[in-house]
């Protein structure tokens, strides 16, 4: 498992979320990434997810 690292920002740049969370490979990362900004209803704000090597998987401003 990789630990992979979702954040979200306000519109002033201020991080409301910054979370890690454990995937097998990046496709599986970005689904979980997807998921859990869906469950905390984030996905209009701007957010990103990025894998251990600093691939961004998922971004959104």
Sequence with gaps: M????????ETNG?????ESFQAEH???AKELGEKLLAE???L???YRC????GKL?????
């Design 40 to 42: 905390k209803q984030l």
């Design 44 to 46: 209009e704000r701007t």
């Design 57 to 61: 998987l998922l971004f959104h401003s």
């Design 26 to 28: 990046d496709e599986a």
């Design 2 to 9: 990789k630990t992979y690292k979702l954040t979200v920002f």
């Design 50 to 53: 990025t894998s251990p090597s």
């Design 14 to 18: 201020e991080k409301i979320l910054d």
